[in-house]
């Protein structure tokens, strides 16, 4: 990026007072605190803003400290984390909560260098967190920022040209406000197919002018069929127990699978995972020979049990929560 130090002066500015008058009101920027913040990190890797918003706060109410999430049981953590996906994340927390207790005595790492070595925290994670809870001035370079960045230079770079980019426009008086500006800016303006040209602040300084995407071929999508069944009694219903060794989804809870044609359909449902897109089809059964658990209804919100379980119960009648 060849910009005069002038001109690197003009675009903080300009992004910074954008962002001070647009930024969307997300609850872990309320404040400093590297938890609340560390957490909505983890959670939202690989997912949307809209999702997370409700976990976050109830995941909060349930673990509101470090050491209540260190204390806590796998399971506990697998029940409130699910709905969101991608579990290992869950583990991860968990396993770097009880790192960060049993030998920092609860004391957070301030620099993106010794975060990077706690589970589940990446190169970009641990940079979001040092500057936005610990102002150390190190770029955070997600996706919407790799997009920004690209547009504005206008031509196809190496990841580490990119970082250079990153580290020559940081503000280093406001590094986290300076980076969730240009996260901000990505995710509201600078988007990927219709980017807002015309509302972008810094669009003076941009090459593209939203030209200058590298789009990528997305991965073919696989369709799969797929049947469970609802076997109930009083206030009971049969769920399985995934293997804890299981490469995916190690020890959460579902509904048994059971071949098409094992009863008439009750309800449909449509379910994506990765790159494969499932009609789930519902039956209703009167017993289920052999696996499976009979589990109180009552106690289902504090099982760890699939997405996909949860959405078929939750279409079912038979528990409330997301």
Known sequence: MQLTQPEVNDFRRTLLAWYGENQRPLPWRRDRDPYRIWVSEIMLQQTRVAAVLYRYERFLERFPSLERLASARVNSLLAEWSGLGYYRRARHL???ARILV????GVFPQTASELARLPGIGAYTAAAIASMAFAEPVPAIDGNVERVLRRIIGKRQRRRDLRDAAEQILDRSRP??????LMELGATVCLPSRPRCPACPIRG???????GELRQLKPRRRKRNITYAIVQRQHEIILVKRDPGSRLLPGMWEL????NEKGKTWFSLRHSITTTDFTVYVVRLAGLPG???WIKMSSLDMLP???LARKILRVAGIIQSL
């Open 94 to 96: 968990h396993g770097a």
């Open 205 to 211: 300084f941009c090459s593209t002018r939203g030209c």
């Open 256 to 259: 048994p699978e059971v071949d």
């Open 176 to 181: 986290g406000d300076f980076n969730q500006a």
């Open 291 to 293: 696996g499976g658990r």
């Open 102 to 105: 049993r030998e920092r005595q």
């Open 305 to 307: 049990l699939t997405g």
